[in-house]
Structures are given as C-alpha cells and as structure tokens.
C-alpha cells in the first residue's frame, strides 16, 4: 500500500531533523548527562517536527542501548516506536480526548509501571485544547510523576496552555524551517524517487509550504501525482493557484506608467480565468515584502527572501527603480487590501479600488520636495505625474485692472455690499459684543468662532454667516445661553455654511483688528517670501488670523 512522502521520508534520528538546533542540542546533551525532566512542551507552528521529535526522543530513552542520542533503530522498541505500535508509548489526540474523564483515565494509566520499555512516554498533540477542568486533573501529576513517565505536550498554540502547567515542564519553541534547506530536502527526495525537478518548481512548493516541512511535502505528493516523472514551474503553480512572477510584474509595470487603465485590465483578466482574488491580494503583499526586502538590503536579501536565486535576481531589478518610500506606501496599501477583502461581498471592486489607490498613491510629492520647493522660490515642485488633468477646473485669480501693475492689496476696505456690514455698523458692534462676552467667560473656541463669522442681528433673530468648520459651533449650548446673556434676550440662531465667509473681510486678508491697524507682525507675515511661495504653489489658500508668539 502507498505511503505519503511525508511518513515516508519522516526523520528516525535527531540528524535528520531540518533546523531545530537549538531543541536537537538541548536533548541530545540531557540524555547524555542523564538529565532527563518528567515534562516537556513543544510548540511552534504546524509541521516542524514537534511530534516527530517527541517520537525520537521515546525511541532514545526506551532503546536497548540507551538511554542513547543516538538509537540503533533494529531493537524491538525502536521498530515498535517506528511503527506507532508500542504499548509503552502512548499517543493522544487532545483535539477529541480533552476532558476532564480522559485526564483522570490518564492518571490512573500513570500508575502502573511499562510494559517493558525503560520509560513510560505519554504524547499529548494539541494539548492546547485540553479544558481547563482537565488540566486542573493533570496538574499533580505532572509536577510528580512516577519515575518511570515522560510527558510530552505538543502544541501550536502555547500561549493556551495554563501557566501552571507551563511551569511544571521544559518549553521548547520550533522555529519555521528555512526556505534554503526545505528546497534542498524535496531536492534530495526527488532524486530518491526518481523525479525530476527544476529549482523553480520546488521554489514554488516550497513557498507553499511557508516553512513547514509537511505541508510542503504534502504539496509535492500533490505535484507529482498531477505532473508526474517531471516536474516544471508553470504546472506546479497551476496546480497550486500560485503567481508567477510575470503575472505580479504586472502590477508593478502599471504603477511604473501610472497607468490605471491596466490595473483594471489586470483584475479582469484574473477574473476571467477564475482566480482567487483573496488569494491574488495575499501574493501581492508579499510581491511588495520582497521588492522592499531586495531594496533595502540586496547583498544580503538571501535568507530573507524566499525565492530561487534566478527570481531574487528579477526582484532586484524590480526593486531598483521604485524608492523604498514608495514600497513603503505600496506594501501598507496591499496589506489593507488584503484585510478588507476579507469581508468583502463584492472582491472585484475592492481589488479594482485598491490597485488603482495605489496608482493615485506613486503620484504623491514627498513633503521633503514640498518644503524645499518652498524655501527655494526658483524652483517648482513637481509631483511625478501630474496631479489635475488638462480639463480639470483650475483655480480662478482676479484680473488686474487695465492699466494697473498689481492688484489691489488684501488690506485695502471693502465697500459694504450684498448684505455684508461693515465695521461701524450695528451688525459689527454685535459681533464685538457677543465676541467679548464669550472671551470674558474664557470660551476662546466659540468666541474664534464668532470672529471668523459675519453676524447680522435682528429683533429675534442672530443670522450667522460662517464656515463649514464653524457650523458646529453654533449649536453649542453654552454659546446659546451667551447669545441670550449678551443681548439680554433670547434669540434664535440662524446659521449659514458658506466656504467664503470666514470673517468680515475677504477670505485673503487677515481678520481681526490686526488688518485694520496696520500691526507689524501681520504685515512681515504677509509679505514673507515664504509665505508668498505657499500661497503660489497653493492657489485658493487662505490666512485667517496671524499671531505673535512671542508676546
């Protein structure tokens, strides 16, 4: 009968394990010493050997030569331990056998001495899920054995497993095994089983696996069952759903071009051939892992991309045009991508709007470039690509007059028109009032808010004309029970939103009675280069208000 290549090739002795040096060390030196503790757990993630070395290790304690580092494999133990079919050694599945009459079935197993065997080794897989009632049941035994039992607690998750029990046993953390030494490994077992293989098709088994040593010999077991005596790249990703390069390259190319039109293009070819788009999102973050990794640090990018060495040579090459400020933005858009495709009901346009984000992101001026074009008023900052289309709406500026070389300053009064006061007038002397009131109660936000407004005040009515961000401001119940307070009755509150009525004057100039009396600190503020360069490179930006720190 055919046996799987994982129990086929499942290591016998502590050197055949992969990696794990530091668990291998530890217990080779321990049965040496005849150190050897009642209780040990093992944990880390899926197919790294936990079980597999919880077996090895009862193989060296119960050998006829032992207790050995190094068992004979020919004893009767050492066959029986192999085969899964020694009485001495008991297996238990904790995922179905995790309560509390289990445990206290255990215990009274504990009680009696082996069979045969010089230790008694009791392997519990997924312990996590034991219940904390059976744990409690456990915890005497456990702390003190007989001298004949060996506990071994096998786990993914050890941070489930209670404290008081952690404490009672040696803890062991497996590592994910390395993509190097998986690929060498299918290698060495191909050529056993007579299979061809390129370094590329175990690259991509071995990505699959994402360092578990089953999961990539299951995914093997699979490939060779689908592509037979040989094995190739393109069939094995086929068979796996896996990216190529080619197809990843893609997005890469779009966001060299800015071009969105073949983001779109990109989605609906995966769509068309069935792909996985949660799976397509998950393969482009690590897309962008690697460029970033490979640009960060490309001589010594090995052991942390993994990827054959003819592919981290096309990542390098991906890598060295885009700035590591841009993989930046690119890998934490991918990464967000692919967390909101999780509960999306509708993936396509998710992807669509995620890959054509991340278009519109490589387009963004790095603030450093921003602030230097500020500084430098020779100079024009300019964004990779450019951010308004030809027929975009472009901000409207005010003619100078016939004649003239420059338009009027900002300072310059208003004539009074369309409902606006003007500073001697009723509605300006309401606005101060209420203004004071409030700056008197120590309100300084509502009373901000009232001098960047324009307030007209009739017999029942308080009209207020103000910004967007202002509104709010206005509902406020405490400037409610001010209006009442300082107009000695109540009136109603009626507010406008309207983008240019911040304040009395235009929304160029600077509101408050600063303008009007000509401060100092204004007028170098508004005549600063500077600040003239920002109001160039930001058309439509507006100075409210401008304060001297140092008084």
Not at 36 to 48: D, E, K, L, N
Not at 69 to 95: H, K, W
Not at 512 to 529: K, M, V, Y
Request: charged letters at 25%.
């Amino acid at each position: 009968m055919y046996q799987v290549i994982a129990r086929k090739y499942r290591p016998q002795t502590f050197a055949e394990v992969l990696c794990q040096e530091h668990v291998k060390t530890t217990l080779e030196n321990a049965i040496a010493q005849k150190r050897i503790a009642h209780g040990y757990i093992f944990s880390g993630q899926r197919g790294t050997g936990k079980t597999t070395i919880a077996r090895i290790l009862a193989r060296c304690l119960n050998c006829t030569q032992g207790p050995t580092p190094a068992p004979c494999g020919e004893c009767p133990s050492c066959r029986e331990i192999s085969a899964g079919g020694t009485v001495d050694v008991i297996e238990i599945d904790a995922a179905s056998n995790r309560g509390i009459n289990e445990m206290r079935e255990l215990r009274e197993n504990v009680r009696y001495q082996p069979a045969r065997d010089r230790y008694k080794v009791f392997i519990i897989d997924e312990a996590h899920q034991i219940t904390t009632e059976a744990f409690n049941a456990l915890l005497k035994t456990i702390e003190e054995p007989p001298p004949w039992v060996v506990f071994v607690l096998c786990t993914t998750e050890a941070h489930k497993i209670p404290a008081t029990i952690a404490s009672r046993c040696q803890h062991f953390s497996f590592r994910s095994v390395d993509f190097e030494e998986l690929t060498r490994r299918m290698a060495a077992i191909c050529a056993q089983e007579g299979i061809e293989a390129d370094a590329d098709a175990l690259a991509v088994i071995a990505q699959a696996g994402e360092g578990s040593v089953r999961d990539s010999l299951s995914a093997l077991d699979q490939a060779i069952a689908c592509c037979g005596a040989r094995l190739n790249a393109a069939d094995v990703r086929a068979l796996l759903g896996a990216f190529s390069l080619e197809s990843l390259e893609q997005v890469s190319h779009a966001l060299l071009e800015g071009n969105a039109a073949r983001m779109l293009e990109v989605v609906d070819e995966l769509e068309r051939n069935g792909h996985n788009l949660q799976h397509f999102s998950r393969e482009l973050s690590r897309y962008f892992r690697n460029l970033l990794v490979m640009r960060i640090a490309a001589t010594g990018a090995g052991r942390l991309v993994a990827a054959s060495e003819a592919q981290r040579q096309r990542l390098a090459e991906t890598a060295a045009r885009f700035s590591e400020e841009d993989l930046t933005r690119y890998l934490q858009l991918s990464l967000d991508l692919f967390r909101d495709l999780q509960f999306s009901l509708q993936p396509r346009f998710h992807l669509e709007m995620g890959l054509v984000r991340m278009v519109h992101a490589g387009r963004l001026l790095p603030i450093e470039e921003a602030l230097a074009g500020l500084k430098n008023p020779g100079s024009q900052p300019q964004a990779p690509t450019p951010r308004l289309s030809a027929d975009a709406p472009q901000p409207a500026r005010p003619a100078p007059a016939s004649g003239s070389q420059s338009p009027a300053p900002a300072s310059e009064p208003r004539s009074v028109g369309s409902g606006q006061a003007s500073p001697q007038s009723p509605n300006a002397d309401a606005r101060e009032r209420l203004h004071a009131h409030l700056a008197q109660q120590g309100l300084t936000h509502l009373a901000d808010a009232v001098e960047n407004s324009r307030i007209s005040l009739t017999a029942s009515e308080l009209q207020v004309a103000t910004a967007k961000s202002y509104a709010l401001y206005f509902r406020d119940r405490q400037l409610i029970e001010a209006v009442r307070e300082a107009f000695d009755r109540p009136l109603k509150i009626q507010v406008t939103v309207s983008d240019d009525s911040a304040g009395p004057n235009p929304p160029s100039s600077i509101s408050g009675p600063e303008s009007s009396t000509g401060d100092d600190a204004t007028q170098r503020a508004l005549a600063n280069p500077e600040v003239r360069r920002f109001q160039e490179v930001f058309p439509g930006s507006k100075v409210y208000k401008v304060r001297n720190l140092k008084e």
